[in-house]
């Protein structure tokens, strides 16, 4: 697949993939390390827990290296926060300080740009005791947690995201184990959007003080954004689609990028007299804050129709990229014109395109591909070889649909799929393998955790020596 016609990636263009520290690391209370609600969380059966995972905490060098084999630009990846403050709060653990320190001195070794997330689906297990995202304290923490990253790491690490999939934290938190609805709560769509809005508020205060800190570092969010269609040009559906969209979407960066509410989610949530509570100076603090570009997270795009009156309220259904949608608001359908994973995840990389327009269009600032990927089960054959062309059929399919909004006016910074390496899924364990590095373990038998580069990892490699050029297999 050769791409002369439209325009070229950008010279300095982040080529990499992305982790996340519970998902990948491994040692979970090793070192100091204090439990994540991730740790403490009910496993799902018949999936692995978070002890070791890719035992990317003691294989980080390997990782690394191969990472720099396949000609890695950047590296996103995740800092847990309990290994940095085991309570949350309080004392610094000094050996999660050197782990990362070693981590990203790794990267910079191979020329390697470290992005790192601030916070990745994993609140401290003490500080889920003090009511976690529903206690307003949850503001202070995590720019106290900020500030000790930027204190400790901002001298190499010029890009940052605040936090992970916040759209998905609000919309699915419970069934990612990191939403907690206080006892006794009787009205929950508004406890859940009093804890997003705590999340807003800090992240607004963690890009204010980013920039004061690191005057020469950039950071965004990272939210995962998702382009809603209407099912059919009926009318009703075309405002089905305008409603989740501001939902699932708008609502984050509308917030992130101009400080304001947005206006469609907030006469929604008035309905139900669910609207979130400021404190003091939250006004002041969302419109200080200023992006310099948008992480965001894309898997699919979503279809939905007018709700006849069949969906019931439920301010928690549904998963990460499936619901059947919000009463009166809009009613979730099948998208027919687009194929599945294995796993049911619908494949649009035509909708990729579209949504990186309508982002761009909405907010002019360039965009940083945070995820994006293909999970699938990865065969070992017996001499050591990863056959994935499923894998690089769909990342030639999605990086084409880059190029393709590059040409049409898109600001593009990288392209940082997931993952890096295999790790542990959130909902079905070490199955359901997305890496270009494959891990040498199943489920239960952490086997011998060898590392070998999969087809789509030698196929990444060429792309990226080609600067995108060359998609071809």
Not at 16 to 38: F, H, I, M, R
Not at 63 to 82: P, V
Not at 343 to 349: M, N, Q, R, S, T
Request: with cysteine; aromatic share 12%.
């Amino acid at each position: 697949m050769k791409n002369e016609k439209l325009a070229s990636f950008p010279e300095n263009f982040f080529w990499g993939a992305s982790t996340s520290a519970y998902q990948v690391e491994g040692a979970n209370l090793e070192d100091g390390k204090g439990p994540s609600c991730q740790d403490v969380k009910e496993v799902p059966e018949g999936t692995s827990d978070l002890t070791v995972c890719a035992d990317h905490y003691h294989h980080y060098k390997e990782d690394i290296a191969l990472m720099a084999e396949m000609g890695f630009k950047s590296y996103r990846f995740s800092i847990a926060w309990t290994r940095i403050l085991p309570e949350g709060t309080g004392e610094i653990n000094q050996k999660g300080i050197d782990f990362y320190n070693d981590l990203i001195n790794e990267c910079l070794k191979y020329g390697i740009e470290p992005i790192v997330t601030m916070f990745h689906f994993d609140m401290p297990a003490a500080l889920d005791k003090r009511g976690s995202w529903s206690n307003p304290d949850s503001v202070e923490w995590f720019v106290n947690f900020a500030s000790i990253l930027f204190q400790n790491f901002g001298d190499r690490v010029k890009y940052w995201l605040t936090i992970n999939e916040q759209n998905m934290l609000t919309l699915v938190g419970p069934v990612i184990g990191t939403l907690t609805i206080p006892e006794g709560t009787t009205n929950v769509l508004k406890e859940i959007y009093q804890q997003n809005h705590h999340m807003l508020v800090a992240q607004a205060k963690a890009m204010v003080l980013c920039h004061e800190m690191l005057p020469e570092a950039k950071i965004g969010p990272a939210p995962n954004i998702s382009l809603v269609y209407p099912a059919t040009c009926k009318p009703e559906d075309v405002i089905a689609a305008q409603n989740f969209n501001a939902i699932r979407n708008w609502l984050y960066l509308d917030m992130a990028v101009y400080g304001i509410y947005n206006a469609i989610v907030w006469n929604w949530l008035k309905k139900y007299d669910a609207t979130p509570t400021f404190a003091p100076g939250d006004e002041d603090a969302m419109k200080n804050a200023h992006p310099d570009f948008i992480g965001f997270n894309y898997y699919n795009t979503a279809t939905v129709a007018a709700d006849d009156g069949s969906i019931p309220f439920d301010p928690i259904g549904g998963d990460q990229q499936n619901s059947n949608g919000i009463a009166g608001m809009y009613k979730s359908v099948r998208n027919e014109y687009l194929g599945k994973t294995e796993f049911g995840w619908e494949i649009d990389p035509v909708g990729f395109r579209a949504t990186i327009r309508e982002m761009y269009s909405r907010y002019h600032l360039p965009m940083l591909v945070t995820e994006n990927g293909l999970g699938a089960y990865d065969t070992l054959t017996e001499d050591g070889k990863i056959h994935d062309q499923y894998r690089i059929k769909y990342l030639q399919d999605h990086i084409h649909q880059i190029q393709e909004a590059i040409n049409d006016g898109a600001e593009m910074l990288g392209y940082n799929p997931w993952s890096a390496i295999d790790l542990i899924s959130t909902h079905e364990g070490m199955k359901k393998r997305y890496g270009f590095i494959y891990v040498d373990r199943d489920e239960f038998d952490l086997g011998t955790l060898k590392r070998y580069l999969k087809d789509s990892g030698y196929w990444y490699k060429k792309v990226i020596a080609s600067n995108g050029a060359d998609l071809s297999d």
